[in-house]
């Protein structure tokens, strides 16, 4: 499973960016796939998921009404638009999926702490810097 995000850069606040993740190596169509970000000092968090089975969406509170997750299976890949950025936002931004298919079912939360960090398949991450 190869998983390649890019779309990372430094961006006022209140600015726009679209984050990008190309997969292969497996059947893309047949998991779930969303986005985490590790910010400097803090643990990695869950942004924001897309379901499998009928493309529902899931988003982390403080990213909600914010950000939109996409994919688009013909290309076996998955977008995350980021609008009204804030400084709270800079993280490494991770592209990941689940081939278990435990996550992203119901939401956005994992199945039990950690279980993507250790079952999770992870990009190799992108860098978002929202500063002035």
């Known amino acids: 499973v190869q998983l390649q995000a890019s779309g990372g850069g430094l961006v006022q606040p209140g600015g726009s960016l679209r984050l990008s993740c190309v997969a292969s190596g497996y059947t893309y169509s047949f998991y779930s796939i969303g986005w985490f970000r590790q910010a400097p000092g803090k643990e990695r968090e869950g942004v924001a998921c897309?379901?499998?089975?009928?493309?529902?969406?899931y988003y982390t509170d403080s990213v909600h009404g914010r950000f939109t997750i996409a994919r688009d299976n013909s290309k076996n890949s998955v977008y995350l638009e980021m609008e009204s950025l804030k400084p709270e936002d800079t993280a490494v931004y991770y592209c990941?999926?689940?081939?278990?298919?435990?996550?992203?079912?119901?939401?956005?939360?994992?199945?039990?702490?950690?279980?993507?960090?250790?079952?999770?398949?992870w990009g190799q991450g992108t860098l978002v810097t929202v500063s002035s």
């Open positions: 897309i379901s499998r089975t009928d493309g529902s969406t």
């Open positions: 990941v999926t689940d081939l278990y298919q435990s996550w992203c079912k119901f939401g956005l939360e994992e199945p039990r702490p950690g279980y993507m960090k250790e079952f999770g398949s």
